[in-house]
T-cell receptor
Framework: AQSVTQLDSQVPVFEEAPVELRCNYSSSVSVYLFWYVQYPNQGLQLLLKYLSGSTLVKGINGFEAEFNKSQTSFHLRKPSVHISDTAEYFCAVSVNTGTASKLTFGTGTRLQVTL | DTAVSQTPKYLVTQMGNDKSIKCEQNLGHDTMYWYKQDSKKFLKIMFSYNNKELIINETVPNRFSPKSPDKAHLNLHINSLELGDSAVYFC?????????FGPGTRLLVL
């Protein structure tokens, strides 16, 4: 079975400052990794994903993440945040099961951007 | 054009009632899912259908029954609603490994 740990439940940051949201996973097989963002009272939007290839993945809204197999991590970063980045961020893993991908989510990190 | 849509967006009902939530995707995906997000925002998969066939069925009470009339639709029927069923229910569809989520249905059981 897979598991995902997001150690920081909340991350406060000033606007235009850099931010890193941490994600570690556990799995006995190869995984696919995802970050989703949930704005207040909205659904989940895919930010970025790692399926294979380059370990540095760029996503929407200026976010990027780096897959580190030895550290079993997939931390999300942005060099300069904006007020509009305030949201809940979820890291998730899945494994290849053939016809379906079963996503296992972390508990989420609340990014609070202030002026 | 909404890729994954759900109706209703909000659902308030009494304990013991039966209710349904509908989901439709226009992405041409073969696989659809239901997830539950609890009050602490934790997300957990409930079911998955591939081309109308049930392929993932997590430990979910029998009161929850998914139905897929075709591969673009996956509905969730809940019998005898309980207070603990209050949550946000998300539908998703996938092409290979990547899942795309609907806007969610906020269910409140009184």
């Amino acid at each position: 079975a897979q598991s995902v740990t997001q150690l920081d439940s909340q991350v406060p940051v000033f606007e235009e400052a850099p931010v890193e949201l941490r994600c570690n996973y556990s799995s006995s097989v190869s995984v696919y990794l995802f970050w989703y963002v949930q704005y207040p009272n909205q659904g989940l939007q895919l930010l970025l994903k790692y399926l294979s290839g380059s370990t540095l993945v760029k996503g929407i809204n200026g976010f990027e993440a780096e897959f580190n197999k030895s550290q079993t991590s997939f931390h999300l970063r942005k060099p300069s945040v904006h007020i509009s980045d305030t949201a809940e961020y979820f890291c998730a893993v899945s494994v290849n099961t053939g016809t379906a991908s079963k996503l296992t989510f972390g508990t989420g990190t609340r990014l609070q951007v202030t002026l | 054009d909404t890729a994954v849509s759900q109706t209703p967006k909000y659902l308030v009902t009494q304990m013991g009632n039966d209710k349904s939530i509908k989901c439709e995707q226009n992405l041409g995906h073969d696989t659809m899912y239901w997830y539950k997000q609890d009050s602490k925002k934790f997300l957990k998969i409930m079911f998955s259908y591939n081309n109308k066939e049930l392929i993932i069925n997590e430990t979910v009470p029998n009161r929850f029954s998914p139905k897929s009339p075709d591969k673009a639709h996956l509905n969730l029927h809940i019998n005898s609603l309980e207070l603990g069923d209050s949550a946000v229910y998300f539908c998703a569809s996938s092409l290979k490994q990547t899942q795309y989520f609907g806007p969610g249905t906020r269910l409140l059981v009184l």
